[in-house]
């Protein structure tokens, strides 16, 4: 949805450094989300934040970190810890229909590292 | 957690032939299925969903089914257009975080002019 917004859209590091990806939201969603996705797979969940200042792991949250002092924003740190870093990451918001939360999706930010 | 299992991985259908995408789930307390349709390069887009008190929603073209007690959805898709082509994602929700999803594999639908 255009009001999920993620920069850049294209990334390079060098191994061994930390990169800060954004995400920024207008759409007043309470939850954001961060995906990774690898050619020709899913998506796998990395972080998630129901409420500003609080998140949770995912599946893979292993040399990933991220904060969420805004409701806005919620920015994802890839570490020098993370072992296969190169993705294309996906940032996500949900807004509640009821019980239900319907999830949409930024462009994207592909990383390269190398 | 969930486990969402999607097949094909790869479907090629001619235009304006039909095209179904099946997933199974493995939680039965699962309650909210959407589909995602994600272009080359481009986001997933919501293209339709499905809660777990209905067994069939329509929308145009697209179609989605839901059989809660074999654990499994689909998708139609109907008259198919090259426009269609594109990778498909079903998704199911995590039965006491009604915020997170579990997603398939992904299904690249090809249609062929």
């Known amino acids: 949805d255009g009001g999920i917004t993620q920069s850049p859209k294209y990334l390079f590091r060098k191994e061994g450094q930390n990169v800060t990806l954004s995400c920024e939201q207008n759409?007043?969603?309470?939850?954001m989300y961060w995906y990774r996705q690898d050619p020709g797979q899913g998506l796998r969940l990395i972080y998630y934040s129901q409420i500003v200042n609080d998140f949770q792991k995912g599946d893979i949250a292993e040399g990933y970190s991220v904060s969420r002092e805004k409701k806005e924003s919620f920015p994802l740190t890839v570490t020098s810890a993370q072992k296969n870093p190169t993705a294309f990451y996906l940032c996500a918001s949900s807004r509640r229909q009821g019980t239900f939360y319907e999830q949409y999706f930024g462009p994207g930010t592909r990383l390269t590292v190398t | 957690g969930e486990n969402v299992e999607q097949h094909p991985s790869t479907l090629s259908v001619q235009e304006g032939d039909s095209a179904v995408i099946k997933c199974t789930y493995s939680d039965s307390a699962s309650n909210y299925f959407p589909w995602y349709k994600q272009e080359l390069g481009k986001r997933p887009q919501l293209i339709i969903d499905i809660r777990s008190n209905v067994g069939e929603k329509k929308d145009q073209r697209i179609a989605v089914t839901l059989n809660k007690t074999a654990k499994h959805f689909s998708l139609h898709i109907t008259e198919t257009q090259p426009e269609d082509s594109a990778v498909y994602f079903c998704a199911a929700t995590d039965r006491n975080n009604f915020n997170k999803f579990y997603f398939g594999s992904g299904t690249k639908l090809n249609v062929k002019p």
């Open positions: 759409l007043n969603h309470d939850a």
